[in-house]
């Protein structure tokens, strides 16, 4: 077992003590140093994310996951206000839930507290560093942060920085803890840490979600992979369908609520099918259509024949998959089958037929007449989110600071004992 992952967790679980007796005012005004801090090392985060960029580029990391790599200004003033942002959100800590007196005198109150230390294990997104130790100080909860190889200087450099700006608040700067080396082996023994960590989350691509799953020992909250749907019914209006389509592919195709397949009804696919093709292909997408699809556009230049396993695929890419679909039913069907959970649209004009959709679609997310691109914490009006949850076990959806508390019941008495 690594010495330094021991440590690690121990100085947070020593701090997690110290976080859950802050008042909000406290907790806020650290969370405005940090935000001040990362404004006052711009010229640093950035000296330090070019390495990691140039790093990915030898690589060849993809242009999509280069994306969510890269900083520039405009992000770093966007990761400081939104440590702004959460600080202005209600301290969720300390809210009574529900209060009620039962027969003997006994006043029981369900209470809103926090996790404790949570860990979190996440891939090539720098911001996730400051978001997350954001989020967890709101929640009064201390947080250990494991970034990707392909982010390293970045979250070394944006966790020090957060670390400092906590010297002079009255948050402990062992709140903040971020595993310095890369190898997978010191993730893995983080995933052991059940004595010292109370929940780990972890953020990024199936194969990262897949091996915590299946390794850690601590509970897990699943933030899911997007594999995310557009049923395009008879009746939509199809100028309406193109401008959501091409929102929700192209304009982050490497983030997890980008649309990943479109089902199209078969009473309209002779004619939408060349017209959405064409849209896709001036906006670079590779598509790879069913054999309806393929029979409408026989050229194999403009559409790839799909396989099985590309019905399961989140591509975080310009590529999209297509699918000519009976009706709605069937598109229903094929979302629950292969879908991830995660955020489904049906565009129609019939209320009846988005009703249907809305219900039976076993999704955190379902959109009549939007864009996927929705699903997203401060979209919602939730604040920044520490990821999205597809299960259905502590939270579902984007999780801001609420999902990172539970509950205590307190009970008072005056002598009662049990007969």
């Known amino acids: 077992m690594s010495s330094m992952i021991v440590e690690i967790c ?22 405005y140093q940090m935000a001040n801090a990362l ?5 640093k985060i950035l000296a330090a994310n070019l390495l990691d960029v140039e790093a990915a580029k030898v690589k060849n990391l993809k242009a999509s996951l280069l994306d969510r790599l890269s900083l520039d200004q405009k992000k770093i003033q ?13 301290d969720p800590i300390g809210t009574i839930l529900s209060s009620w007196t039962r027969p ?16 979190v294990i996440y891939e090539s997104r720098p911001n996730v560093t ?9 929640a009064g909860n201390a947080v250990v942060l494991r970034g990707g190889t392909d982010a390293l200087q970045s979250n070394l450099v944006i966790g020090k920085i957060l670390q400092d700006a906590l010297s002079n608040t009255d948050v402990p700067t062992d709140a903040i803890q971020v595993v310095s080396s890369p190898e997978r082996k010191v993730a893995e023994e983080l995933m052991r840490m059940r004595e010292y960590i109370d929940v780990l989350i972890p953020r990024g691509g199936a194969d990262l979600i897949k091996t915590v799953i299946e390794k ?35 304009q982050r195709p490497g983030v997890c609520n980008a649309a990943e397949k479109i089902l199209i009804h078969q009473n309209i696919a002779k004619t939408y099918i060349p017209k959405i093709v064409t849209e896709l292909h001036k906006n670079n997408v590779e598509i790879r259509g069913d054999q309806t699809v393929c029979q409408i556009i026989p050229n194999k230049e403009e559409v790839k024949l799909a396989t099985e396993e590309d019905w399961y695929t989140e591509y975080l890419d310009l590529i999209i998959g297509i699918k000519v679909v009976k009706n709605l039913t069937e598109a229903i069907t094929h979302i629950n089958k292969y879908g991830t959970k995660h955020s489904e649209a049906i565009i129609t004009k019939d209320f009846t037929k988005a009703t249907q959709f809305l219900q039976e679609i076993d999704s955190t997310a379902v959109y009549w007449n939007a864009s996927t ?26 999780m801001s600071i609420q999902n990172l508390t539970t509950t205590k019941y307190t009970i008072l008495g005056n002598g009662q004992t049990r007969k």
């Open 373 to 398: 691109r929705f699903t997203d914490g401060n979209q919602f009006g939730l604040g920044t989110e520490i990821g999205i949850s597809t299960q259905k076990l502590h939270a579902r959806g984007p």
């Open 39 to 43: 404004e006052a090392n711009v010229e």
């Open 78 to 90: 966007n990761m400081a206000k939104e440590l702004r942002e959460v600080g202005a959100l209600t």
């Open 216 to 250: 850690a020992k601590i509970p897990v909250i699943e933030t899911g992979t997007g594999n995310c749907h557009i049923y395009i019914d008879e009746d939509a209006d199809l100028e309406t369908a193109t401008q959501i389509i091409i929102n929700a592919k192209v």
């Open 10 to 31: 121990k100085r947070a679980k020593v701090a997690s003590v110290k976080m859950a007796k802050l008042s909000s005012e406290q907790k806020n005004a650290a969370l």
């Open 104 to 119: 003997n005198g006994l006043i029981i109150s369900q209470i809103r507290v926090p996790l404790g230390v949570i860990g």
């Open 130 to 138: 400051s978001d997350a130790a954001g989020l967890c100080i709101k």
